[in-house]
C-alpha cells in the first residue's frame, strides 16, 4: 500500500501563486509515476499534471502549461506542484495520485492510478 497525504491549499486572488504537496509513504516502490487531477463542483476529475518517479519525464494539460510546475524531490517522497497566475477557473478540489502506471504516455487516464489523496481545495477568487 501506499499512502498519500496532500496539504497546500487555499485562497488565493486571481494572479496569484500556491504550491500543493503530497508526500508518499508506504510501498512507493511500486511507483512508476504521480500525479495531479482536479475536480470542480459539477464537473469530472481531469488531469493536471503528472511526473515519473525518477523525475525525469513531466506531463502536463494544456490549460496548466506556463502556469504550473510540477517536481519531486526523491529524499523527501514528495511532490510538488507549483501553480502561478492562477485563474478562477482553476478552482477545484485537487487530488494527488500515484501509481504504476504503465507508461508516462498514459498518464492522464485516472483510472489507472491505483492510489489517491484525500485532496486539498484551491479556490481562485476573482
Known amino acids: 500500500q501506499v499512502q498519500l497525504v496532500e496539504s497546500g491549499g487555499g485562497l488565493v486572488q486571481a494572479g496569484g501563486s500556491l504550491r500543493l504537496s503530497c508526500a508518499a509513504s508506504?510501498?512507493?516502490?511500486?511507483?512508476?509515476?504521480m500525479g495531479w487531477f482536479r475536480q470542480a463542483p459539477g464537473k469530472e476529475r481531469e488531469f493536471v499534471a503528472a511526473?515519473?518517479?525518477?523525475?525525469?519525464?513531466?506531463v502536463y494539460t494544456d490549460s496548466v502549461k506556463g502556469r504550473f510546475t510540477i517536481a519531486r524531490d526523491n529524499a523527501k517522497n514528495t511532490v510538488y506542484l507549483q501553480m502561478t497566475s492562477l485563474k478562477p477557473e482553476d478552482t477545484a478540489v485537487y487530488y494527488c495520485?500515484?501509481?504504476?502506471?504503465?507508461?508516462?504516455?498514459?498518464?492522464?487516464?485516472?483510472?489507472?492510478?491505483?492510489?489517491w489523496g484525500q485532496g486539498t481545495q484551491v479556490t481562485v477568487s476573482s
Open positions: 495520485a500515484a501509481g504504476s502506471v504503465p507508461t508516462m504516455v498514459v498518464v492522464a487516464t485516472a483510472g489507472l492510478y491505483e492510489y
Open positions: 508506504g510501498r512507493t516502490f511500486s511507483i512508476y509515476a
Open positions: 511526473i515519473s518517479w525518477s523525475g525525469g519525464s513531466t
